[in-house]
């Protein structure tokens, strides 16, 4: 707050005044156009890396100091007593420094110009009523957009010129919605992938496929490039605090009886870290939470979920948790321990729920991933290569025909098997996940109660996935615990089709077990510890076939309610005839699923015989017969990797 040595007596401020009369003198003698300069003024550079540590931007020396964009960091604006808090939505997004104020133009890059004046009223040296910079460029040309006028998505006041009130407010919106650490790709991303800017836009698929490959590695290096750790004082500062008196997440979710407050475990704090997992389906952070008790607990925060889809999950879940308490009380499958590992899903709002996550857990893609580097392909190596495999076989057998006919289904399944095989041979070996897996496992001993761990998982939750139509099991969507060996099974929901709990007519095979999967567990494996727990499982199921049944319709009967058109899931108004068809369509679907487990076909339903019910053995046989079966899982989609 002392005056600088270099200023001048007449700009030198008494001690003794009080700080309203020394901010009235500081604003009185002030520049008052942006285009004089004060030649006695100190001129300060703000350290942004220094201001990230700390928290907090230092105070600049004097009055006069220009701010740009390499130097300018705001810090968060001095609270008056009784006025309202900045509420946490406000901060800025990611590209920016988390926990500070941006300029509305710094996404853009454009220059900020400007005079700054010192307020002693602000503990961090800055009031917002004293910055004067924002009046000059919030109307100045839009460098990306070309747009003159206020900032789309400001408030009004901006356009007005009334910025002085103090008043907190968000940073404008970007108008393109382009995150900082790409905007100096757009133009040359534009210049080869729009339509109405690239001077040499390919006209067929081949060649844009390739362009789409080669921007996906520019933008995959660029979010690799980012920092793996954030500082939860800088994201979220409320959380930062001590919560003695909130619980930790998903204790209620395995409690038979009335809970007892005393004994649930409370937050004591989160962990100063915050994680940034990076998975195939995008980038998520990951907060521990310290419990009361000493143990530590992983989330993974998931943006961008429909509402529809959560609620769909929350209910396949709830119901695989019932199951599991019919294990429970099963001889065979208590013995053996048998369950199915089900994810904590905590729903924060319509859009965002917070995950259980481990943080040893790894996707079954990332191994592939994993296999792919090591040889110096990426990912979409197989794919293409199906692709163009499949051009070469069934393109010369389709135009061998007359004209107007058209190939057999046999024809186009044996071009298929025929690139899968391809692939098998030249691109992915059978033992990449088993590489993978021994490269992650210290000793022999381990490894093995690993790979008994997996296939009780794989036998559980192959069979209650097929059993409820839970298909597209692709490798993203199975989490392996490399510490427990269990498998989990992300974004589990019933599938839908034709109103009623089935698989579609694109799901050739029944749970996966590909040839990856068979290599790194053996026969030894897959015909014992995997085929006697889906024994187990089935039997268990079918003798308490009642009981079974009231979860199915207490649970599916929501999963086949008509939805409103849109995001949100809100029920339609039903008349008497819509509720007797969702009665009669959950019927079915509850037929068909104990049709799955016990292996009748609609063929001898229809036909009024009543043979002998097969045994849970042949059913096990059956199924593990026809999930391996190659024909079948060449016909699956190329996403689904079946050659994983």
């Known amino acids: ?108 890059g454009a220059q900020l110009q400007g005079q700054f004046r010192v307020s002693q009223q602000s503990p961090q040296g800055m009031a917002r009523h004293g910055i004067a910079a924002g009046l000059a460029h919030r109307r100045s040309a839009d460098p990306v957009s070309g747009y003159t006028g206020a900032k789309r998505g400001a408030p009004s006041s901006w356009a007005a010129g009334s910025i002085g009130s103090g008043a907190p407010h968000a940073a404008s919106p970007t108008p393109h919605k382009i995150a900082p650490s790409i905007a100096d790709l757009k133009f040359a991303f534009e210049a080869e992938l729009a339509p109405q800017t690239a001077k040499d836009f390919p006209t067929t698929i ?255 939750s192959g069979i209650l996935c097929y059993a409820l139509a839970i298909g597209y099991r692709r490798p993203q969507h199975i989490i392996l615990s490399r510490s427990t060996g269990k498998i989990t099974q992300s974004f589990i929901r019933a599938n839908v089709s034709q109103g009623i709990i089935q698989f579609d007519e694109s799901v050739y095979v029944p749970f996966r077990l590909t040839r990856n999967i068979h290599r790194l567990l053996g026969n030894f494996l897959v015909d014992g510890v995997m085929s006697l727990s889906m024994v187990a499982v089935i039997e268990a199921i079918l003798r308490n076939k009642s009981l079974f049944s009231h979860y199915l319709y207490a649970v599916l009967r929501n999963e086949l309610m008509p939805r409103a058109p849109g995001r949100n899931e809100r029920n339609v108004s039903l008349g008497p005839n819509d509720l007797d068809t969702v009665e009669d369509n959950l019927e079915k679907s509850v037929r068909y699923v104990f049709r799955r487990l016990e292996g009748s076909t609609d063929a001898k339903a229809a036909s009024g015989s009543t043979p002998a019910p097969p045994s849970a053995i042949s059913r096990v046989e059956e199924l593990l017969a026809s999930a391996q079966n190659q024909q079948a899982q060449s016909q699956m989609e190329p996403s689904w990797h079946a050659w994983f």
């Open 1 to 108: 707050t002392a005056t600088p040595a270099t200023a001048t007596p007449a700009t030198a401020t008494p001690a003794s005044a009080t700080p309203a009369t020394r901010t009235l003198q500081q604003q009185q003698q002030a520049t008052p156009s942006h285009e004089q300069k004060d030649p006695n003024a100190v001129r300060s550079s703000i350290p942004v890396a220094k201001a990230s540590e700390m928290g907090v931007a230092p105070v600049p020396a004097a009055t006069g100091t220009q701010l740009t964009e390499q130097n300018v960091v705001r810090p968060t604006p001095y609270r008056k007593e009784g006025a309202e808090p900045e509420r946490l939505g406000q901060t800025m997004g990611r590209g920016n420094l988390p926990g500070h104020r941006t300029t509305s133009l710094q996404g853009h």
């Open 206 to 460: 081949e060649p844009f496929i390739e362009r789409l490959i080669k921007w996906k590695g520019i933008f995959q290096k660029r979010v690799d490039s980012m920092p793996d750790v954030q500082r939860l004082e800088l994201l979220w500062r409320i959380f930062a605090d001590t919560h003695n008196d909130v619980e930790v997440f998903g204790q209620y979710l395995d409690i038979d009886d009335e809970p007892n407050l005393d004994n649930h475990e409370r937050i004591e704090r989160f962990s100063a870290d915050v994680q940034v997992v990076r998975r195939h389906a995008g980038a998520s952070r990951r907060v521990k939470i310290f419990g009361s008790n000493g143990t530590v607990k992983s989330f993974v925060l998931e943006t961008s979920m429909n509402a529809a889809t959560q609620r769909s999950e929350e209910r396949t879940t709830q119901l695989c948790r019932l199951v599991n308490r019919l294990l429970e009380g099963e001889c065979q499958t208590r013995k053996r321990r048998l369950s199915m590992s089900v994810p904590v899903l905590v729903p924060t709002s319509q859009n965002t729920r917070l995950v259980g996550d481990d943080p040893s857990a790894v996707s079954l893609s990332e191994a592939l991933e994993w296999y792919m580097e090591r040889k110096g392909v990426t990912m979409d190596e197989p794919l293409l290569m199906f692709r163009s495999a499949f051009a070469e076989i069934f393109g010369p057998k389709k135009s061998q025909l007359p004209p107007g006919a058209q190939p057999s289904r046999e024809t186009y399944r044996a071009a298929r098997l025929d690139a899968f095989k391809k692939v098998c041979d030249d691109v992915v070996p059978d033992h990449c996940l088993s590489s993978w897996v021994e490269k992650s496992i210290p000793n022999a001993n381990s490894l093995f109660l690993l790979k008994k761990q997996v296939a009780q998982g794989f036998g559980v």
